[in-house]
Every structure is written in C-alpha cells, then in structure tokens.
C-alpha cells in the first residue's frame, strides 16, 4: 500500500481465459488475458485442456500484468482470485497461484465469487471515468443501488438485486443450460463453429426475425429454462433438413434471426417482470451474451417503454476478465474480508 493507495493483484482462472489485472483503488491499471483457442476444434470447452493451458499461462500473464501497470510485487496490498464457480481443474490452476503468491509476499488473500464480479464489472474506473454506458443518459454512468443485473453467458444465467457493492439477492436463474450454451449449441447444430452466439448475432442481422417460431419452456417464477428451447431447436432443424436437404443454407440468416430473437424475449421477459416486483428502474447486464446485438436493442427498446435506466459494459469486461475480479477484490479489501490459506476452489459456487 502507497499513502491511502490499495493495490490489489486479480486472478481469474474459472474456464478457459487466464487472466489477471491490477487496479489501483478503482481504476484499473492493466487487464492482461491469455485467450484459450485450442477448444475450439472440439466444439466446446475440454476441461482438461483447460487446466493444462492455464498452467502454462498463468505466470506470463500476471508478470505482463504487473509490468503494464508498472507496479511491482512489493507495492500489491492483497491478492484476489475467482474461487468458483467454474470449472475444478481450471480453479485450482488459480487458486493455488494466489495463496503461494500471497504467502510469499505476506499479504492478505481475498476469495471472489466470479458472478459477483461479473455485475461488479460496472464500477470500474479506466482514463478517469467508468466504464459503462448508460442508456438514454450518458452522462450517469454506473447504476444506483438497489439495482439489477442480468448475467448472461456461455455458463450463466441469473438475475441479481445488487443492494450494495457486496450484498446481492440471487432473483432468479437457470434450472438448466445457459443461454451461452443455447446460443452455442443452435449454432454448432447449424455446422457454425465454436463458440457460435456471435456468428448467429452476425447472421441474424440479414434475417426475418418472425419467419420461425420456438416453444417457451413453463419455469417457476423468475427462473429459466434452455434446455427445451435447444432440443426444439434440434427437432426443428431435424424436420425441415428431412424435406429439404438445403433447409439451411436457404434460411440460414431467418433461422438465426428468429432464435435469436425467441432467446431475447425470454430473457426479457423475467427481467420486466423482476423490475415491476421490486420496482426498480436500475437495470444492468454483464457477462458475454450481453455483447448481443439483439439484446441490446430489445433491452433499450424495452427501457424506453418502462422509463428503465440501462447499464452495459464495453465487450472486454462483459467476457471473463481480470479486471472485475480485481474491482471485487477491492471492495473486499476495505470491509477486510479475508480468507485464510486453507480456502479452497468451488466448483458451485451460489452468490
Ligand atoms: O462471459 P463469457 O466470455 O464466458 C463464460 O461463459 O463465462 O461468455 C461466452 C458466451 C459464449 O456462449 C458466446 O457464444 C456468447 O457468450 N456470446 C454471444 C455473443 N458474444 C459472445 N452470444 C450471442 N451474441 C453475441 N454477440
Ligand atoms: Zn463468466
């Protein structure tokens, strides 16, 4: 620590980015990740894989890290690294980094649970202001509390009251797949290869939103369900490939558009509902789905009607990154909330 200065080491291991950042207080001084591009011959995330690439990793990135920042060992107030949820093998390459690292420098070790980072992704300061947009006014850019967030991504879906910086109510969230993962696996049906929500985001731009139509999972309350969605989606191709072998290339841009689309409005509309319960107005997005460009839309248009303030990260702290883990790490810096060298990863990590 430096005068009233913290400086707080992040590391973020959950799936396939290693990552680390380091973040003077709130603003954040360098974000270094190392992107995993082996899994994408599989088609999906190899867990094996993973844990053996961050490994390799993890050293590079935190010494690229420290020296973008210039900031030294010596200088770093605690350590801060994604304890779960995620992938075992993966969280251990982390876990283990930080608590020798932590030991060897004598300073504290914070634990984050990596879908509270996610939404604290928001309050991160870069070239003197933060980094988020808000929508229509841009000049309020981080959410008042209470607020909430809609995490969505490749193994999340979950819908947040974030009361404070580190009190969070768990509203609603998959019983099954993510929406990451309906966006994927549509996509890997099609023959687009991994991961393929952004290539059905691109498509799906050139498309006929209202050609196709999906059935709606029933879920309980603020719940979600994509499972369903994605075997109807399988069935659905399935069907119309049997009559027409060409059923795909001649509807590639409707097919993905109208998914697409189906996918938003589901989210949509547990987050409307979620707002009218607790009447609130705050309404934020993190993780990588919210890149989309569809979601995007849905959620300003929706703002619009519902008088909705609308946060949305720029796309590098929207996917896994250091920063956010950092950011977290430092809020639990100033309540010292500590953990002993004993900690270990969880896979299922509730908030
Ligand atoms: O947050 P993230 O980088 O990793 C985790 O899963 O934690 O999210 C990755 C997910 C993938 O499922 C990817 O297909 C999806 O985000 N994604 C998108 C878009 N960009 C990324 N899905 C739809 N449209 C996009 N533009
Ligand atoms: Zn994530």
Known sequence: MKG???YILGIESSCDDTSCAIMENEVLLSNITASQTIHEQYGGVIPELASRDHQKNIVPTVD??????GVNLSQISAIAFTRGPGLMGSLLVGTSFAKSLSMALHIPLIEVNHMQAHVLAHFIELGGKKIGTQWPNSELLTPNFPFLCLTVSGGHTQIVKVNSHLEFEL???TVDDAVGEAFDKAAK???LPYPG????DKYAQKGNAEKFSFPKSKVPELNYSFSGIKTSFLYFIHDNVKQNPKFIEENLYDICASYQNHLVKVLLSNLIE???????KQIAVAGGVS???ELRKQLKETGGKLNWEVFIPPFEFCTDNAAMIAITGYYKFLKKEFCDLSVVPEARYPL
């Open 291 to 293: 890149a989309n460009s």
């Open 274 to 280: 979620a707002s009218k319960i607790h009447g609130i």
């Open 197 to 200: 929500g952004p290539l059905i």
């Open 189 to 191: 049906i099609l023959g």
């Open 171 to 173: 509203l609603g969230e």
């Open 4 to 6: 009233d200065k913290v």
């Open 64 to 69: 690229a890290a420290l020296k973008k920042a």
